[in-house]
Structures are given as structure tokens and as C-alpha cells.
């Protein structure tokens, strides 16, 4: 009774389903998410009945044949890279990405990680750091005497120190593009790592070949809809209840069979 392993790929297909779309809900208001779609498979098949061979000694064609799934798995989960809401934050050092590209950040491994997540906080150095003390790349420095701090939409970062007027420039802010955005691994902690299926990054200046712009004092928010992700969760969990009726029924069909005299 081929159904009872069969239902049972789909049961572990769905659960995987839910746990994606579970972990979509849980990063609902992480700065910078992407929502995440698990996409399946259809497995090996058997042929009772060989579609296309010869039925007969004239030479008669089988046109469809008998052709048995052995169920589903999944194939992969992509990262859906839609542009989340930008929320105001009136912090000077929130930047939010409007449009294609990534923060830089030089990790203590010495690789480089890539974020939308924009918040960033100033270091003991007056370096622009991430929450966890990770330093953005290229260095930038801001003076201990900086009373104010300025980046445009093009990365460039001003400050004016003390009673002068006129802002000294103290960096240049500049993004990562890549060929396959979806080819990134998450490492966590609102950081990605390039891999060969995203290819090399592209650096530039913002607002340049393509690149998004920055936005001072405004954060990206997370892409995932709630009314979309409870109605997949739905669609999972009636999925997973009839691949488990079909075990049910099979599991019948099975003592049925056992029963016979």
C-alpha cells in the first residue's frame, strides 16, 4: 500500500510549509526581513504501464500509460526580496535602502556580511557599528566633536563640529548589489553571506548604476503580510489534515484486507 508512505511525504512537506510561513510571522517586525516561500517537488514515479511503448507487434503506441508518484518533497524556500515599508525613526544613524542593495559589514571572521537592517550605532572609536558591534564597510569615523550628522541620498556623511558652519565630510556610504539576491545565505542576526549561486557582490555609490538611495532616520520594515501568511498557514494546515485522512483511509482499506476470511 504505496498511499501510506506517500501521505506521508506530503504530512512532512506541509510541516515544512508551516515552519516557514511560522518563522515568516515570528520576524514580522524585524528590521529589514524577507519573507520566505518553500516550493515543492513532485518525487520519482513508477511505470506499471511505459507511456510510449509498443502495445502491439503492428507497431500501436501506448498513449498515456500508468505512471504512479511517490509523493512530493521540498524543493527549496525562497526569499522574497520586495521592498518592506519605510518607517520614520528620527535617530540620525537609522538608514533604510530605497530601491537594490546592501550594508556592508565586515564581520570578526574577517568576511564580509550584507544587510538591509540599517541600524547602526557608534563604537567606543566613533566607527558606525552594527547592534552587535560589527563594523560597516567601507570605515566610517565620526568625530567625538561632531554635533551634527548629515547623509544624503547618495551615502555621502557630513558633520559639523563644534561652532563651525560649514560640515567636513566624514565618509562615503557605499552599497552591494547582486546578480541573484535570492542566492544569499542567512547567517542570522539580519546578515547575509554571498555564496556561488549570488555570485560576487557589485559595490557602488548610492544612487548610482542602479543601486537604491539611503534614507537618514527611517528603517526598512519587514516584507511579510499577515493576512498572506495566516491564509498559506491555512492552506497547510487543511493540506496536512487530508494527507493524514488518506493515511487514515489506508490504514482501513489495510485492516479491511486482514479481514477477510
Known amino acids: ?44 514515479y513508477q511505470d506499471l504501464r511505459r507511456v510510449g511503448s509498443e502495445s502491439s507487434d503492428a507497431g500501436t503506441i501506448v498513449p498515456a500509460g500508468i505512471q504512479i508518484g511517490m509523493g512530493v518533497k521540498t524543493a527549496a524556500t525562497y526569499r522574497i526580496q520586495t521592498q518592506g515599508d519605510l518607517t520614520g525613526t528620527e535617530k540620525d544613524l537609522d538608514l533604510a535602502i ?49 554635533r551634527q550628522i548629515t547623509i ?24 552591494a548589489r547582486f546578480v541573484n539576491k535570492t542566492g544569499l545565505k542567512a547567517i542570522g542576526d539580519n546578515l547575509y553571506v554571498e555564496t556561488p549561486a549570488s555570485g560576487a557582490a557589485t559595490t557602488g555609490n548610492p544612487g548610482s548604476d542602479g543601486t537604491g538611495t539611503v534614507l537618514q532616520r527611517f528603517l526598512e520594515q519587514s516584507n ?8 498559506d498557514l491555512i492552506s497547510a494546515q487543511r493540506a496536512y489534515e487530508m494527507n493524514s ?17
Not at 125 to 142: C, K, M, R, Y
Not at 152 to 168: E, Y
Request: hydrophobic share 40%; no cysteine.
Open 224 to 231: 511579510v503580510n499577515a493576512v498572506a501568511e495566516i491564509s
Open 1 to 44: 500500500m504505496k498511499a501510506l508512505s506517500i501521505a506521508a511525504t506530503g504530512m512532512l512537506a506541509q510541516q515544512r510549509n508551516v515552519e516557514v510561513i511560522s518563522n515568516n510571522i515570528a520576524n514580522m517586525r524585524t528590521t529589514g526581513y524577507k519573507r520566505q516561500r518553500a516550493e515543492f517537488q513532485d518525487l520519482l
Open 98 to 146: 530605497r530601491g537594490e542593495g546592501f550594508f556592508q559589514i565586515q564581520l570578526p571572521d574577517g568576511r564580509t556580511a550584507y544587510t538591509r537592517a540599517g541600524t547602526f550605532e557608534l563604537d567606543a572609536n566613533g566607527n558606525l557599528v552594527t547592534q552587535d558591534g560589527f563594523q560597516l564597510e567601507p570605515a566610517i569615523t565620526i568625530p567625538s566633536n561632531a
Open 152 to 175: 544624503n541620498s547618495q551615502g555621502q556623511v557630513d558633520v559639523l563640529v563644534d561652532d563651525q558652519s560649514t560640515p567636513q565630510t566624514a565618509g562615503q556610504i557605499e552599497l
Open 245 to 261: 485522512r488518506v493515511i487514515s483511509a489506508s490504514d482501513e482499506m489495510m485492516q479491511a484486507t486482514s479481514n477477510i476470511r
